[in-house]
C-alpha cells in the first residue's frame, strides 16, 4: 500500500525548504530500515507551507527476525567459569543477561551467541509512532517554540495529513491530530479530506498547490520568457530561481516598471536591489543594459494591478534609497573616505582598515619592486590606498549593497577622474570572491589583491586566529586560494617566504605580532603548500606528482607547477619510466639523507664508480644552469641520460662492500646521485 504523510505549517523560510525535504526523507527512509519495514520508493514534495512524503508499496507487515550473534570464544567470554569482561560486554551490546547465552560450534571452535526471533507486527500499528518521531526530530536552522507547545519546528504546524492506503495514521503531538484532510493553496485554495495519495494530488493542484518542486521551477522559467519581448532577456541566476521556486505554491510572474530616471545610478546597483532585496527579475536589453522593468513571481494565479502597483511602489522606494546614497557618496572626495578608514576596525589584534591599508602597501611595494613594476607604481599604489575606501561610504556603510564592496569604489573613482587602471584595480582586487570566480587582470588590481591577501593571512595567523577543522570564521583558506590562484593566472615568480616575511615586517612595524614570528612563517607556508595541493590536483594533476614537487620546495607557485605540469607530460611520453626506477633504487640503498657527503675518488675500486662520478659531475652542473632558467624538460633530460651509467654501475659493483670504506664511499656516491635527482622533486614518491 502507498502512504502519504505531510507535515503543514505556517510559510517557511525558502532556504529551509529542501535541506528540510532531504532529511526528512533519510530519517524516514532509516526508520523503515530499522523497523524492517520493506517499501519500494519514497518521492519528496514541497511548499513554503508543507513537507511532503509519498512512499510507494509499503509492506503491510515488518519482516520477522530471526538472527544469531555470535560473541567471543567461549576461552575468551569466561574466566574460571565466570564471565570475563568480554563476555560481559556482549551481555550489555545486546542488553541480555547470562541465562540467554548459548555456545555454538563453528570451525574455528566454540563462541557464545544469543540467539532472537522477533514476530512481525502488522505496518499500521508501528506508522503512528515512526511518523510522530520524524516531525520531532526534523531540524532547521533555526526554530520556534509557538502558543503553549514545547515542540518546536521552523515555524507553527498547523495539520498533520497522514494516511497508509486508505485508512488515517492516528497520533497526537501535543494537541495536533493527524487526520484525512489537507489545506490548498492559503488565497486561492480551500481545506479538503483525501481518501488516497492519487486523490491528493489531484485536489491539491484543484486546491491551486504545486507541491513538485521541479515543476514550480519550471512554470517560473517558462512564465518569464513568455513575459519578455522580442528584444528582452531577464536576468535569471540559479540561486535567485531555486529562492523564488521555494517561496510561492502556485507562480504567477507580473511584469513590473519602474522611472528611467533611477538609470543614472550604476545598474548593479537596481540589480542588487531587485535580486537581492525584492526577489525580482531585472529584464534587460540583447546587450545587457538595465531596463526600468523587472518581472515578480507572485503567489497566486492570476495577473492582479494592486500586486503590481504594490511591488512598483516598494521598489521605487528603495531605488529612490539608492540613487540618494549615490548621489551623496560622489560629493565626498575618495581620500577623504580613505581618512574615515581609522574609525573603522578590520580586526580587534590588527587594529583598523586604515592601519591595515598601511600594512598592504608596504606588501605592494616590495611587489613593485621584485616585479620590476616600479615604472607602475604610482597607480598601484594610488590603487592600495583607494582599494578601501568605498567601506565608509553611504552604499556600503549603510549594509544595504555591502555585495558592491570594490564595485562602487571603481565607479566612484571613474567619476572622480582616476586614471582607468586603478578604478579597475580597486573592483578586481577583490578577486576571486568565491571558487570559479574572474581573477584580477590588470597589475593594479593583480598586486593591490594579492598585498591585501597576504595581510589577511599573516595577519590572522599572527595573532592566533588559525582555522581549525570545519571553523574558518575569517575564510582564511579562500584567502590562501585566492593568493595561489593570482599567482598562477598572472605567472608571478615570487618567493613565498619573501612574501609572508615582508608581510610579518609590516606587522612588527606596527607592534600587533602576537605569535612568535618563525612560528607564524612556517605555519603561513605549510597553510599555503596546502592551497597549493588542492589547487594542483583540481588541475587535474596527479597528487603523487604533486607532492614529490612540493615537498621538495613549495616556495615558488609558478616554478613548482611548471615542474609538475613537465613531469605530467614525459610520463604521459612513458619518458620517465627508467629514470624513476633508478631514482628509487638509489634511494632505498641509502638509509639516511645527507646533502653535504664528501666522495673520495682514491677509495674507487671499479672503473665504473670513476665514470659515474665524473658524468654525474658534469651533468649536475649542466642541470644547475637549466634549473636557473627553469628550463625543468632539459633537466630531465640530462637526469635520463645518466641512466645507462647507473645501471652499469649496480652490474659491475656491490654497494655494500666488506671494506666499511669502501662501502661508505659508495654510499655516498649515490647519495651525490640522489641529491641531483631530488634538486627540483622526490623523484622516488612517484608512483
Known amino acids: 500500500m502507498k502512504l502519504l504523510f505531510e507535515i503543514g505549517m505556517e510559510e517557511i523560510p525558502a532556504r529551509f525548504l529542501s535541506q528540510a525535504l532531504t532529511d526528512l526523507k533519510n530519517n524516514f527512509e532509516k526508520k523503515l530500515k530499522n523497523n524492517r519495514i520493506k517499501y519500494e520508493g519514497i518521492k519528496t514534495y514541497g511548499t513554503p507551507r508543507r513537507l511532503v512524503l509519498v512512499v510507494d508499496e509499503v509492506a ?23 564471565l570475563s569482561k568480554a563476555g560481559e560486554g556482549f551481555l550489555n551490546a545486546y542488553k ?6 548459548e555456545i555454538v560450534k563453528n570451525d574455528k571452535g566454540e563462541y557464545i551467541a544469543f540467539k532472537r526471533f522477533v514476530k512481525g507486527e502488522a505496518t499500521e500499528k508501528i506508522l503512528p509512532e515512526i511518523l510522530k518521531e520524524l516531525v520531532l526530530e526534523e531540524t532547521f536552522p533555526k526554530s520556534m517554540k509557538w502558543s503553549d507547545k514545547t515542540i518546536r519546528f521552523a515555524r507553527p504546524i498547523e495539520w498533520l495529513l497522514a494516511l497508509y492506503g486508505n485508512n488515517v495514521v492516528e497520533f497526537e503531538i501535543e494537541g495536533i491530530k493527524s487526520s484525512n484532510k489537507s489545506k490548498g493553496h492559503r488565497f486561492f485554495g480551500k481545506e479538503f479530506e483525501v481518501s488516497s495519495v492519487e486523490d491528493y494530488l489531484n485536489k491539491i493542484r484543484e486546491n491551486n498547490v504545486i507541491i513538485d518542486i521541479s515543476e514550480r521551477r519550471k512554470m517560473i522559467e517558462e512564465m518569464i520568457n513568455k513575459a519578455l519581448l522580442e528584444d528582452e532577456k531577464a536576468d535569471i541566476d540559479e540561486g535567485l530561481l531555486a529562492e523564488v521556486t521555494n517561496l510561492v505554491e502556485h507562480p504567477f510572474a507580473i511584469v513590473g516598471t519602474f522611472s528611467e530616471d533611477f538609470l543614472e545610478v550604476p545598474q548593479e546597483v537596481l540589480i542588487i536591489s531587485m535580486k537581492v532585496h525584492q526577489r525580482y527579475f531585472p529584464i534587460l536589453d540583447k546587450r545587457g543594459k538595465l531596463l526600468p522593468k523587472f518581472i515578480v513571481i507572485r503567489n497566486g494565479i492570476d495577473f492582479s494591478q494592486n500586486v503590481k502597483e504594490g511591488n512598483e511602489k516598494v521598489l521605487s522606494a528603495r531605488l529612490a534609497d539608492a540613487r540618494f546614497f549615490y548621489q551623496e557618496d560622489l560629493k565626498i572626495p575618495l581620500d577623504q573616505n580613505v581618512e574615515k578608514l581609522k574609525t573603522v576596525v578590520f580586526q580587534k589584534d590588527l587594529g583598523t582598515m586604515y592601519n591595515k591599508v598601511k600594512r598592504t602597501e608596504k606588501i605592494a611595494e616590495f611587489l613593485i619592486g621584485k616585479l620590476k613594476y616600479n615604472y607602475m607604481k604610482a597607480d598601484i599604489l594610488r590603487t592600495v590606498k583607494l582599494a578601501k575606501a568605498d567601506l565608509v561610504s553611504n552604499m556600503i556603510g549603510e549594509k544595504e549593497f555591502t555585495k558592491l564592496q570594490g564595485l562602487m569604489g571603481s565607479k566612484y573613482a571613474m567619476e572622480r577622474g582616476e586614471e582607468i587602471g586603478v578604478a579597475i584595480g580597486i573592483k578586481e582586487h577583490y578577486y576571486p570572491r568565491f571558487q570559479g570566480d574572474l581573477l584580477p587582470s590588470g597589475i593594479e588590481g593583480i598586486i593591490t589583491g594579492l598585498s591585501d591577501r597576504t595581510d589577511t593571512l599573516v595577519g590572522c595567523f599572527g595573532v592566533g586566529l588559525v582555522p581549525t577543522g570545519s571553523k574558518d570564521p575569517f575564510a582564511l583558506r579562500r584567502t590562501a586560494l585566492g593568493i595561489v590562484n593570482i599567482i598562477i593566472n598572472a605567472n608571478i615568480n615570487i618567493s613565498l617566504k619573501e612574501l609572508v616575511n615582508i608581510s610579518l615586517d609590516a606587522l612588527q612595524a606596527d607592534q600587533v605580532l602576537k605569535v612568535d614570528r618563525a612560528k607564524v612563517e ?23 606528482i604533486v607532492l614529490a614537487v612540493l615537498d621538495r620546495d613549495a616556495d615558488n607557485i609558478t616554478n613548482a607547477l611548471e615542474i609538475v605540469k613537465v613531469i605530467s607530460e614525459k610520463l604521459a611520453l612513458n619518458k620517465l619510466g627508467e629514470l624513476l626506477q633508478v631514482a628509487k633504487r638509489v634511494t632505498n640503498i641509502i638509509t639516511k639523507g645527507n646533502n653535504n657527503v664528501t666522495v673520495k675518488e682514491k677509495l674507487f675500486k671499479e672503473e665504473i664508480e670513476k665514470t659515474l662520478y665524473e658524468e654525474a659531475k658534469k651533468i649536475g652542473e649542466e642541470a644547475e644552469k637549466f634549473i636557473k632558467e627553469n628550463e625543468y624538460a632539459d633537466y630531465f633530460e640530462k637526469m635520463i641520460s645518466l641512466v645507462p651509467t647507473i645501471d652499469k654501475y649496480f652490474e659491475a659493483v656491490i654497494v655494500m662492500d666488506e671494506d666499511i670504506n669502501i662501502r661508505e664511499n659508495r654510499i655516498n656516491q649515490l647519495t651525490y646521485i640522489k641529491n641531483l635527482f631530488d634538486r627540483i622533486a622526490y623523484l622516488n614518491k612517484i608512483d
Open 522 to 544: 612556517t605555519d603561513v607556508l605549510e597553510f599555503l603548500k596546502q592551497r597549493m595541493i588542492n589547487v594542483f590536483t583540481d588541475m587535474k594533476y596527479r597528487k603523487d
Open 96 to 101: 541480555i543477561d547470562e541465562s540467554q547465552i
Open 60 to 82: 503491510d507487515m515488518q519482516e520477522d527476525l530471526d538472527e544469531l550473534n555470535i560473541g567471543p570464544s567461549r576461552e575468551r567470554a569466561y574466566k574460571d567459569g565466570e
